[in-house]
């Protein structure tokens, strides 16, 4: 296992099958990410050429050796409350990281996918910087306040309220302005905004949200 000196944040790396393991190498830096690998989430880095400081899971999900020279291994209980991703979570907490992405944790089983974006309502409520990063999309829970978005300028972006009935949001700098709305979770209103400023503004007046935002601009 690699030093936690100068490393700036962790990254879980899930076992979703649609992940793009080319990604991997544009986003994980060896020099300043420590890097926790989620179960099977293992064949997406050996294919992007990467090793893992701690591997953690049941391994349920892996069909190989659970060996490694190089990486810590923590095995789980497969009759557990926790998923994988959680438990590398709260690994990652008990390192002391406080910036925390997911990588690989979309795609495949819906329950899967749905369980990873839950895992960033657990790391809001524990004060955490988390977020889920695709090749295409920046997905994370915004707690109560205000959110600034620099350099944006039509990049599409869907909110939605997220761990609650409602939240009441208001935008600046949107195609499709708010002014404390009150969006209800059962109805998706939230969905395809386009910010059309270089610095916008999400207010979360109360309640919680999930926010996406399409990396790619429109054309």
């Known amino acids: 296992m690699s030093s936690l000196h100068n490393k700036k944040r962790c990254v879980i790396v899930c076992a979703s099958p649609d992940c793009d393991d080319r990604y991997l190498n544009e986003e994980i830096n060896k020099e300043s990410d420590f ?7 293992m064949e997406h880095l ?10 953690i899971g049941d391994f349920d999900s892996w069909k190989g050796e659970v060996k490694s020279d190089k990486s810590q291994i923590i095995r789980l209980n497969p009759e557990k409350d926790d998923t994988d991703a959680i438990s ?10 406080k910036k925390i992405v997911l990588l690989c944790a979309l795609g495949g089983r819906i329950d899967h996918t749905f369980a990873n974006l839950s895992v960033l309502l657990y790391g809001l409520e524990q004060g955490l910087d988390i977020s889920i990063l695709t090749s295409a999309e920046e997905i994370r829970v915004l ?42 979770a ?27 935002i399409n990396l790619r601009k429109i054309s």
């Open 88 to 97: 590398c979570v709260n690994k990652a907490v008990e390192l002391g990281f």
């Open 143 to 184: 707690n109560e306040g205000k959110y600034f978005f620099e350099n944006q300028n039509g990049k599409t972006f869907s909110v939605f309220a997220f761990g609650c009935d409602s939240a009441v949001i208001s935008y600046e700098g949107a195609k499709y302005p708010l002014d404390r709305y009150n969006m209800k």
């Open 46 to 55: 050996k294919n992007a050429g990467f090793t893992p400081d701690i591997w």
């Open 35 to 41: 890097i926790i690998c989620a179960d099977g989430g």
């Open 186 to 212: 059962f109805y998706p209103i939230g969905i395809s905004n386009i910010f059309v400023k270089d610095r916008s503004k999400i207010m979360v007046h109360s309640g919680k949200v999930l926010c996406i």
